[in-house]
């Protein structure tokens, strides 16, 4: 189907372990956008790709790692997971020229 | 450097009441602004947009926003809202196309009957 897919939908991990949450984009959007939303904070910008190979930090990118080998995927990786990072991730996608993105169903991440 | 204040936390209103949602921005370039709202155990969903044109911008489920430049707000409104309007309500900023959204910290709209 069309569209931007996340997986997992839901995860537990424990401290300490690596963990890497899948996004998959149906369109060639070149743009692609990983925010983690928290209570009282709203949503913010981890990490962000504006090509396969072109990535840059965003407000919030420490303990996390992310690559965009194709167009079409950008997996987010916590290396070395920490309770603080017990969050919902949201992955987005953008044309290129256009402002609205379009974000999938969000990965509910708990770290124990 | 552009952010989104949004001045309320929660707002409760009654079911069939006319709800405003506010939301204040600063930047120093010209900014596109949305709102999206997010039900329980959701996603966003985008509800409208305002990219430039008429600075009165409608979108789904009855809800509109008005761009006022000068005083640099978008605010949400609804004349009047049912309980399943319930959720989320996220303002959100961007430059120009391409760049990523700044959101504010959101606002919690709760409908009682």
């Known amino acids: 189907d069309a569209g931007i897919t996340q997986s997992p939908r839901y995860k537990i991990t424990e401290t300490g372990r690596q963990v890497t949450l899948m996004c998959h984009q149906t369109?060639?959007?070149?743009?692609m956008f990983w925010y983690r939303q928290d209570l009282g904070h709203g949503l913010r910008l981890i990490y962000y790709s504006a090509a396969a190979d072109i990535t840059d930090k965003g407000e919030v990118p420490d303990g996390y790692v992310v690559s965009r080998s194709k167009t079409e995927n950008f997996p987010l990786t916590l290396e070395s997971a920490t309770r603080s990072q017990t969050s919902v991730y949201f992955c987005?996608?953008?044309?290129?020229?256009?402002?609205?993105?379009?974000f999938g169903p969000g990965t509910r991440l708990t770290v124990t | 450097a552009q952010s989104v204040t949004q001045l309320d936390s929660q707002v409760p209103v009654f079911e069939e009441a006319p709800v405003e949602l506010r939301c204040n921005y600063s930047?120093?370039?010209?900014?596109?602004l949305f709102w999206y709202v997010q039900y329980p155990n959701q996603g966003l969903q985008l509800l409208l947009k305002?990219?430039?044109?008429?600075?009165l911008v409608k979108g789904i489920n009855g809800f509109e926003a008005e761009f006022n430049k000068s005083q640099t707000s978008f605010h949400l409104r609804k004349p009047s809202v049912h309980i399943s309007d319930t959720a989320e309500y996220f303002c959100?900023?961007?430059?120009?196309?391409?760049?990523?959204?700044?959101f504010g910290k959101g606002t919690t709209l709760s409908v009682s009957s």
């Open positions: 987005a996608s953008l044309l290129a020229g256009v402002a609205e993105q379009y």
């Open positions: 305002y990219l430039s044109g008429s600075t």
């Open positions: 959100a900023v961007s430059g120009e196309a391409g760049t990523a959204l700044i």
């Open positions: 930047s120093s370039v010209s900014v596109y």
């Open positions: 369109w060639s959007h070149s743009y």
